[in-house]
């Protein structure tokens, strides 16, 4: 197999490029790097499908999410929170099209598009419904820019990943003997409070028009809520009452922004927990092509990339969820036009 030779190409090079002796090395052709054209090329009619049945969903003339085509009459599948106010879907051979939405899965965070042409005949995927993959599978996806492949390794088990729930972004001094509110002690800079106005020393008397005496109370009104929620806050400062309303940030989002490794990574996913199944793998992709297939070697659609984590883990929705929530409207749609 044309893959198999190719890998084994590149380490053959990096074996006889490496000198232990003399400490000498040369630099590996690019062409035959892990994402090289010569590599891409070598998953054949894989690298065909994968750029052919994904489009480039835009907003504003910018890029937001890929999208996954499922059928052959225009319908698309994509990731609901990163293509809000999605206009136009664009397809691999530069053609561009009107997008209609038709449903969305809150649990998955997945949408229904279908794009609005005359067209019934536009290239789609086919499932691979068994996940018959394990840790170390190659697998690949279209890039941003639908012109090459990305590839990576199936690198964990499927699992469940939990909700997190939604953060203020701020740090409470804990003191128990007060009966006036809770003072915050620091505002995480960019997050949800920062971004809504609120400063050290604010104190917070109100959430959702309840009456605020600890920490404990506020903490669970707002772990009640998800990334995106609205709280209303009333806090005092000095002398000064203020309502404001706090669009909710994501925890990991929020407080791991001083962690090396994300600061490392780029943007990520607003939205990557609370999924009760995902798979996991290397790809190098950015945030925004989220909502694209994860293709195998066959070329069959192991699923849908649904969280850009960081730069080494992308989380994926398992084709059989993807494929129950559009059979599941499909055949609805057909029952009706019957």
Request: charged share 25%; hydrophobic share 40%; proline share 2%.
């Amino acid at each position: 197999m044309r893959i198999i030779f190719l890998i084994s190409q590149i380490f053959i090079s990096l074996t006889l490029f490496s000198g232990e002796e003399d400490n000498y090395s040369k630099v590996l052709n690019p062409k035959f790097r892990l994402n090289g054209i010569e590599v891409q090329n070598a998953f054949g009619s894989a690298k065909d499908i994968a750029l052919t049945s994904t489009v480039r969903l835009i907003r504003n003339n910018k890029l937001i999410a890929l999208g996954c085509m499922v059928d052959p009459r225009g319908y698309l599948i994509t990731k609901a929170s990163s293509c809000v106010g999605a206009r136009t879907a664009k397809t691999a051979d530069g053609k561009e099209y009107s997008l209609k939405i038709k449903t969305r899965n809150e649990e998955l965070d997945l949408v229904l598009y279908q794009i609005i042409s005359e067209n019934t005949s536009h290239s789609y995927v086919k499932w691979d419904m068994d996940n018959n993959i394990s840790e170390g599978s190659w697998v690949l996806s279209a890039n941003a820019s639908l012109d090459e492949i990305r590839i990576g390794v199936f690198s964990a088990n499927k699992r469940e990943i939990g909700r997190e729930g939604g953060v203020m972004g701020v740090l409470f001094t804990d003191n128990k003997n007060s009966n006036f509110g809770v003072k915050i002690e620091e505002v995480i800079p960019h997050s949800a409070a920062y971004k809504a106005g609120m400063l050290k020393g604010d104190i917070v008397t109100y959430a959702d028009d309840r009456k605020i005496k600890s920490k404990e109370a506020l903490l669970k009104i707002i772990g009640n809520k998800d990334p995106g929620d609205v709280v209303k806050i009333r806090f005092h400062r000095k002398e000064i009452i203020r309502d404001i309303l706090v669009t909710l940030g994501h925890r990991s989002v929020t407080f791991d922004l001083f962690n090396r490794n994300l600061q490392m990574s780029g943007p990520i996913s607003k939205r990557k927990d609370n999924f009760s199944e995902i798979l996991q793998h290397d790809i190098p992709l950015p945030r925004e092509a989220m909502g694209g297939g994860l293709f195998n070697l066959y070329g069959k659609c192991i699923g849908i990339n649904i969280a850009r984590v960081d730069r080494v883990t992308i989380y994926t929705i398992p084709a059989h969820l993807v494929q129950r929530f559009v059979k599941s409207y499909l055949e609805k749609i057909d029952r009706l036009t019957n």
